[in-house]
């Protein structure tokens, strides 16, 4: 008898596991903006490539009455920003209701994020809150803590990325764009699902990613809103054709488990369609299981990544990217690195201010030196969250990627600006305070200011100082204590910089720009206290402080000049080649007890050439992809003249070109070896052929083929020319195809020494190192066709004039020492621009308060690479601490004053405690077992100090009690 069960139990078993589980995924890819804008898509008729598609309203409606018809049918909801436009326009009965649904797992909220962001083009900061915004509207309002990633239709993917959703409480994730020979190779190796072990990361943050097998379709023939339904009449061929699918789908996977989409992009909106042909299929198949070997499931990821956990499996580890992605030999998508640039440097410099200005709130909060926020906490709340969500629209795969239509990227444009004019509705009333319980004033009245092109662009000052008015600034340091050069642009004029206790400071006053000698910078330097304000005036003085700096008069026999940049610099120029040397006296810190001074010559070259875009009609260059017509560049804008101005703390080298003006600009007391190069690309002519514009800058190093690009602003990737680390590759497309993601900077290491040359950039954009010693940056492109990608519009962004855009862009080239981190200091100062607040007065000179407390005292940190960030909840704060440093920990000491709570995931919506509890534990085919760590959270909170790895990033919850 005993014997007999045993046996029967093993026959059952076994039975069971052949059979193969399929997990459907009803689903629907709602892109935040793409041919519409965000309100078109929600409720608008939706007609793409000829097809009627449905709206937002139409498909959660239609989801949510439809999925109460069987307990058993699921669906997932991703894009968080649409979930909430439909929520706001629900009665209570309704969300009640959809809240159960959630509660029941019939409804999961997968990703969680407010959009599905990009991945090459943003920064780390801001898919952080991209994230966050998602995930606290989710808590608050469904009570839900997401727990997978699902990046179905970015177009590549970050190391960094992997790292980040890890530790945002994801334990898998879910991707479909890889390049099409990689995919072809982890399909036929059954690779398609690993451990992703970003390299330069903590071991612990590790994610099981998946790369879906039908991007993120239906199987074929199974598009149930275009395709044949399935009813009793066909039920029986048509689920012996779906079960055929699954049986091919098997050879590519490691378990008895499948998991697959039903859907597309904008789907479901008539889900009856789709959920009576799946309860068809289902009745059918599972009625003869045995028949068919398998077993169909309504499904959501989680549910299928329990099942494939539970199993005792070995997974392939990944360490590497997803970059470039190319869907065949002559398409890779690596022209939208640079896509849209005037967009790229408004969203980077955006989430830029978002930062800063959420610190200036909780100061605020915290020391209550006005009334401002007491009164309007939740006004300024509101505010603000409304400006995150905007900011969070910009992460979106086809917004700050530029592959958008002009009308959509127009729209994501006032968003961002309302959201930016809504924080300064009470963010100048507060400083304005500020600065008054500073300095005597009859009244302040704040403005802010972008010169994208000239002086005039900056109403206030322009109109100030062509009548002789004084000007009032106060600049915000939004980081450690530092000396920082400020420019201004103005109109010229006599005038120089005042500090608060009425003494001149040294100014450079530089009208540089060819085309209209009234435009001019002026320079002045200061040390600035660390994350305070410190208020200085444009006033009407001639003093001996101020240099209008006239041209360096150069004979024009000369073919040669030297300028002395600095006390232990100077820059050789050859006016005939265009060619710079740059010498200088380094401090060595190779032996530890004394330090060494070296002396060090760097030559380099710039140059900008062009691509024609490839428009052959197989395939063209566009928005997504870049295919030029030939892989050589051709000389876009030679320089025809160099002029130098030569201050007492700035030194500029114009560079004029037919199409390009170039400053180069030393500072005199700036860290030795950095270079700030200001690039002002003109209208891009194009009659019939596009154009791809790119700076090349040559430097004499050896760095043999390769090269290393960040990771959305973190991690450095290494990249070898013409090489793909994880598979064979084969390449046609030799430039674009060595293209990556530059969301920061880009290096080279020479083989022979210890030197290294570093670009950081002020915008994400592309590029690559394709000879040696070489950089080459995408900065500009204007091209008068599609690439066939869906945009269908070709990238031709035209000015008022309907000339092309102009665009002001900044890049800094540094000289270092291998490991020296001076690239990733000016990362960060870049980072840390001040903001800069322009006010008139009535008083040339300053009456200070002696009482006056401008210095913060609430964040005390003196480390340039340890970002650390406060935002006020209602009735907490969250401390977020960024280490951005490759070699060095960080050590932030907790102030007497703050009371951590607890450390908590990226996204702040739970403690990394709980999180650490759900980690799953993976074992990875070479044996080795992926798990979460301990931490060290108690012992760190006795000794009232936080240490920060190399790259980590860190989020606590506390509470601040006022001093
Ligand atoms: C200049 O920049 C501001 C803000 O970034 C933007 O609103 C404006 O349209 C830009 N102007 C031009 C001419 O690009
Ligand atoms: C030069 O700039 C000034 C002030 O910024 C402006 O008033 C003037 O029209 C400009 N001139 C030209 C030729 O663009
Ligand atoms: C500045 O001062 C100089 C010398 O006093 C004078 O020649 C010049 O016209 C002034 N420039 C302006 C713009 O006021
Ligand atoms: C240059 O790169 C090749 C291939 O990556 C490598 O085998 C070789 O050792 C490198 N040479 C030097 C001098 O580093």
Not at 472 to 498: D, E, G, H, Y
Not at 516 to 524: E, G
Not at 863 to 874: G, H, P, S, T
């Amino acid at each position: 008898m005993f014997i007999l069960f045993v046996l029967l139990h093993f026959i059952i078993c076994q039975q069971q596991d052949k059979l193969t589980y399929v997990h459907l995924v009803p689903h629907s890819h709602d892109d935040y903006g793409w041919l519409y804008t965000i309100d078109e898509y929600y409720s608008n008729r939706i007609i793409q490539f000829g097809w009627d598609y449905g709206n937002i309203r139409d498909i959660l409606n239609s989801v949510y009455n439809e999925i109460q018809k069987n307990p058993q049918r699921k669906y997932i909801q991703v894009e968080i920003g649409f979930l909430s436009m439909w929520w706001d326009r629900q009665t209570e009965d309704v969300r009640q209701k959809y809240k159960d649904l959630v509660k029941n797992g019939q409804i999961e909220i997968i990703n969680g994020g407010w959009t599905m962001h990009d991945e090459a083009t943003t920064y780390f900061e801001d898919i952080i809150d991209q994230m966050t915004v998602g995930h606290q509207w989710v808590k608050d309002h469904l009570d839900v803590i997401p727990s997978i990633g699902w990046q179905i239709d970015p177009f590549g993917h970050q190391s960094t990325n992997a790292a980040l959703f890890s530790q945002m409480g994801f334990n898998a994730q879910w991707f479909a764009r890889v390049d099409y020979q990689d995919f072809e190779y982890r399909k036929s190796e059954k690779r398609l699902e690993m451990i992703w072990q970003p390299q330069e990361q903590c071991e612990e943050n590790y994610i099981f990613s998946a790369v879906n097998y039908k991007h993120y379709d239906a199987p074929t023939n199974f598009y149930f809103e275009r395709d044949e339904q399935v009813t009793p009449y066909n039920v029986q061929h048509k689920a012996q054709e779906f079960v055929n699918y699954f049986k091919q789908m098997q050879r590519s996977y490691r378990t008895n488990h499948l998991m697959h989409t039903m859907g597309q992009d904008f789907a479901f909106s008539k889900s009856e369609i789709w959920f009576n042909s799946i309860d068809n299929l289902i009745d059918y198949i599972n009625s003869r299981k045995d028949q068919f070997g398998m077993e169909i499931l309504y499904s959501t990821p989680s549910k299928y990544l329990e099942e494939i956990n539970k199993q005792q499996n070995i997974w392939p580890v990944n360490n590497n990217d997803f970059f470039p992605y190319a869907d065949n030999s002559n398409a890779y998508w690596t022209g939208y690195f640079t896509s849209r640039p005037a967009l790229k440097g408004l969203t980077k410099d955006a989430g830029r201010y978002l930062q800063a200005v959420r610190n200036i709130i909780s100061f605020e909060n915290i020391q209550k030196r006005t009334n401002v926020l007491t009164v309007q906490f939740d006004f300024m709340y509101n505010q603000l969250e409304y400006y995150e969500q905007q900011m969070a629209a910009l992460m979106h795969h086809d917004a700050v990627s530029g592959t958008e239509r002009q009308h959509v990227a127009n729209d994501y444009i006032k968003r961002v600006c309302e959201g930016q004019k809504k924080v300064r509705d009470f963010l100048h009333p507060l400083l304005q305070e500020y600065a008054l319980q500073d300095i005597f004033e009859s009244e302040i009245k704040y403005h802010e200011c972008h010169w994208n092109v000239t002086s005039s662009e900056c109403e206030i000052t322009n109109s100030l100082i062509s009548n002789n008015k004084p000007i009032l600034i106060s600049i915000f340091n939004p980081s450690v204590k530092r000396q920082m050069n400020i420019r201004i642009r103005i109109p010229q004029a006599n005038v120089t910089i005042l500090n608060d206790k009425n003494q001149f400071l040294k100014t450079d006053f530089i009208c540089s720009n060819p085309e209209n000698k009234t435009d001019c910078d002026l320079y002045f330097r200061d040390l600035f206290q660390g994350y305070s304000f410190q208020h200085y005036k444009i006033v009407f003085f001639n003093s001996n402080y101020h240099k209008n700096v006239q041209p360096l008069q150069i004979p024009e026999d000369k073919t040669q000049i030297k300028i002395e940049l600095s006390s232990i610099s100077n820059l050789k120029i050859d006016l005939q080649a265009k060619k710079f040397t740059y010498q200088t006296w380094e401090t060595s810190q190779k032996y530890s007890d004394f330090q060494m001074q070296q002396y060090r010559e760097y030559d380099f070259s710039l140059n900008y050439n062009l691509y024609y875009s490839s428009q052959d009609w197989g395939q063209s260059s566009g928005a997504y992809i870049f295919r030029p017509e030939t892989q050589q560049s051709h000389t876009y804008s030679e320089i025809k003249n160099i002029v130098v101005y030569q201050g007492q703390l700035v030194t500029v080298v114009l560079l004029e070109g037919e199409h390009v003006t170039t400053q180069l600009r030393f500072y005199s007391a700036n860290y030795d070896k950095v270079i700030e190069v200001e690039t002002f690309v003109h209208p891009i002519q194009v009659q019939n052929t596009g154009k791809e514009i790119i700076m090349v800058l040559n430097t004499g190093l050896q760095n043999n083929k390769t090269f290393y690009t960040d990771s959305n602003g973190l991690d450095m990737q290494k990249r070898v020319l013409n090489f793909r680390p994880t598979w064979n590759l084969q390449l046609q497309q030799e430039v674009s195809g060595n293209y990556y993601p530059i969301g920061a900077l880009i290096s080279l290491k020479d083989i022979n020494s210890d030197q290294q040359v570093s670009v950081v950039t002020d915008r994400s954009q592309g590029g690559t190192s394709l000879k040696e010693g070489q950089i080459e940056i995408m900065i500009h492109r204007r091209i008068v066709r599609d690439d066939a990608r869906g945009v269908g519009e070709s990238l031709n962004e035209v000015d008022q004039r309907n000339q092309g855009i102009s665009q002001k862009i900044r890049h800094f080239i540094i000289f270092e020492r291998q490991n020296e981190q001076l690239s990733r200091r000016i990362q960060n100062e870049l980072d840390a621009s001040p903001l800069i607040f322009f006010s008139q007065t009535k008083n040339q000179y300053f009456d200070y308060r002696s009482n006056s407390q401008n210095r913060n005292k609430i964040i005390e940190n003196q480390n340039i690479y340890l970002r650390v960030y406060l935002r006020a909840y209602k009735n907490y704060y969250t401390l977020r601490l960024y280490n951005v440093n490759d070699i060095s920990s960080a050590q932030f000491d907790i102030p007497q004053n703050y009371q951590i709570l607890e450390e908590l995931t990226l996204t702040a919506n739970q403690s990394k405690k709980s999180w650490s509890e759900k980690q799953m534990k993976w074992t990875s085919n070479n044996g080795k077992v992926y798990q979460a760590q301990q931490d060290n959270f108690q012992k760190e909170i006795q000794e009232g100090k936080f240490i920060l790895k190399p790259l980590q990033l860190r989020v606590f919850k506390l509470n601040i009690v006022s001093t």
